[in-house]
């Protein structure tokens, strides 16, 4: 059974720090892409940031190029998205997914539950 939890969210002010985390398990996690995604109310969800399987590329979004980093600890079947520099618009739920694609199956995505982060002074 696949599992992605998300932990790591919660309240922070304006400037602050959070490191997100999001633990696999059930599937051989070094062949999985990871991103994350965030979805505040009344808007579609984004994405934030993604990291290949090997961790050797990465993209972001705009708005958080700079600010965050997005890693993986592939002895941990583990993907940390390290938020600096918060801004209230940053305020959502944030979600990871992990997706596998081969040339037989195509591509097949399985997404985490998602952790609330809250900037607010």
């Known amino acids: 059974q696949v599992q992605l939890v998300e932990s790591g969210g919660g309240l922070a002010q304006p400037g602050g720090s959070l490191r997100l985390s999001c633990a696999v398990s059930?599937?051989?996690?070094?062949?999985?892409?990871v991103t994350w995604y965030r979805q505040a109310p009344e808007k579609e969800r984004e994405l934030v940031a993604g990291?290949?399987?090997?961790?050797?590329?990465?993209n972001y979004a705009d708005s958080v190029k700079g600010r965050f980093t997005i890693s993986r600890d592939n002895a941990k079947n583990t993907v940390y998205l390290q938020m600096n520099s918060l801004k209230a618009e940053d305020t959502a739920v944030y979600y990871c997914?992990?997706?596998?694609?081969?040339?037989?199956?195509?591509?097949?995505?399985?997404w985490g539950q998602g952790t609330q982060v809250t900037v607010s002074s």
């Open positions: 997914k992990a997706r596998i694609s081969s040339s037989l199956l195509g591509s097949i995505d399985y």
């Open positions: 059930g599937v051989t996690f070094s062949r999985y892409d």
């Open positions: 990291i290949t399987r090997t961790g050797s590329s990465t």
